[in-house]
Every structure is written in structure tokens, then in C-alpha cells.
T-cell receptor, first 113, second 113 residues
Framework: DTAVSQTPKYLVTQMGNDKSIKCEQNLGHDTMYWYKQDSKKFLKIMFSYNNKELIINETVPNRFSPKSPDKAHLNLHINSLELGDSAVYFC????????????FGNGTRLTVT | AQTVTQSQPEMSVQEAETVTLSCTYDTSESDYYLFWYKQPPSRQMILVIRQEAYKQQNATENRFSVYFQKAAKSFSLKISDSQLGDAAMYFCAYRTSYDKVIFGPGTSLSVIP
């Protein structure tokens, strides 16, 4: 059973379109995250939710909107896609507090043309 | 704000030899957690090892061990008996007291047969 699953694995779309990436975890974790990995492999945190509540919101354009319908799901919707949004987007989850490690999904490679 | 630095963008090691990857971080917190993650070409993020800042003992997981110097804010990863499958990007990560996980820029490790 996949612990953290995100779909789709690949997403190719044109500038100006709106797209969503879905993430689900079956680990019973309280906290979920979205990270963006750019072409230089740098991993930057975008958002974090704890039990459906937004707790971390980094400096991200407001075209990006996370939504957490329940603590097992965290989706990412992106409006008006731009070329610079091309990246790999990772979903992750962990237990809140303590030193719990992040468990990552396999990433979604988004290509904007 | 906390930062994580990995000063070696690329490293190489001969198969069966030992290599050490460096990581330094900056924080004003006294209690935190540190991690090393591995990202092979498959882009999957894999936890390698975890260290609790309040524990002086260096963590060890099979061929992987850390050298943790809290006063120097240094957290190095030593890989012994390097194998071809160790070739990957290695990321050092810091978990803050409010569950934000910050990654360093990564070190690309090549293993020479």
C-alpha cells in the first residue's frame, strides 16, 4: 500500500491554464506539506496543514491555493499557470511535533509550455 | 530564520570507500531535529538517518552515520563501504519546533566503480 500518493505523476499544460494536483496519505499523520523542487533540485516549502488547518504559508503567489478536505488529503490548485511554475511538486506528511520525519509522495513533474 | 547549508554541490567516491558529506545550519532554537534524505534518479525522497539535537550520541544506520557537533551547528553524513546504489542527491534537513522542515541545497554524490 502506498503511504503517500499523489496524482498525476506528470502534468504538461499550457500557460494560462488551471490545474490541480491531489495528495492522499494513509499513515494517519496530522500534518501534510507541499514542496516545490526547481530545476536545480532545491526543495522549498510552500504550505503546511495540520488537521485541515493551514499553519505554514510561505511566500507563494496567490495563484497557488492548497485545500485540505480532511487530514488525509491535501490538494494543490494552481491558477493561470506560468512558465516559471514548471517544477516537481512533492507532497509529504508527518506526525505533528517531535522529530517525526517527512514521508514523501513520488512527486508530480509539472511542465508549462 | 533557520537556514541549512551544504557547501559541496558535488562529491565523488570510489566504490567500497568512505565519503563524508557536510551540512551546517543556523538556528536559535535549542531543541530540534536533523535529517539526511537521499534522492536517487527515480526522484523518490528516502529518509537516510535522523538525529535529535538533545542527544549527544551520533546516530547510526548500517553503513550511514552522522557526526553531530551541536555547538558548531554541524551535521555531517558519513557513508562507509560506498555502493553503486548510493549514487544520489543527498539533502540535509532541519525540523523546527513548529514543524517546518527546511532543506539544504543538496550534494550530488557519484560512486565510481
Amino acid at each position: 500500500d502506498t503511504a503517500v500518493s499523489q496524482t498525476p505523476k506528470y502534468l504538461v499544460t499550457q500557460m494560462g491554464n488551471d490545474k490541480s494536483i491531489k495528495c492522499e496519505q494513509n499513515l494517519g499523520h496530522d500534518t501534510m506539506y507541499w514542496y516545490k523542487q526547481d530545476s536545480k533540485k532545491f526543495l522549498k516549502i510552500m504550505f503546511s496543514y495540520n488537521n485541515k488547518e493551514l499553519i505554514i504559508n510561505e511566500t507563494v503567489p496567490n495563484r497557488f491555493s492548497p485545500k485540505s478536505p480532511d487530514k488525509a488529503h491535501l490538494n494543490l490548485h494552481i491558477n493561470s499557470l506560468e512558465l516559471g511554475d514548471s517544477a516537481v511538486y512533492f507532497c509529504a506528511s508527518s506526525q505533528a511535533g517531535g522529530g517525526s520525519p517527512l514521508h514523501f509522495g513520488n512527486g508530480t513533474r509539472l511542465t508549462v509550455t | 530564520a533557520q537556514t541549512v547549508t551544504q557547501s559541496q554541490p558535488e562529491m565523488s567516491v570510489q566504490e567500497a570507500e568512505t565519503v563524508t558529506l557536510s551540512c551546517t545550519y543556523d538556528t536559535s532554537e535549542s531543541d530540534y531535529y536533523l535529517f539526511w534524505y537521499k534522492q536517487p534518479p527515480s526522484r523518490q525522497m528516502i529518509l537516510v538517518i535522523r538525529q535529535e539535537a538533545y542527544k549527544q550520541q551520533n546516530a547510526t544506520e548500517n553503513r550511514f552515520s552522522v557526526y553531530f557537533q551541536k555547538a558548531a551547528k554541524s551535521f555531517s553524513l558519513k557513508i562507509s563501504d560506498s555502493q553503486l546504489g548510493d549514487a544520489a542527491m543527498y539533502f540535509c534537513a532541519y525540523r523546527t519546533s513548529y514543524d517546518k522542515v527546511i532543506f539544504g541545497p543538496g550534494t550530488s554524490l557519484s560512486v565510481i566503480p
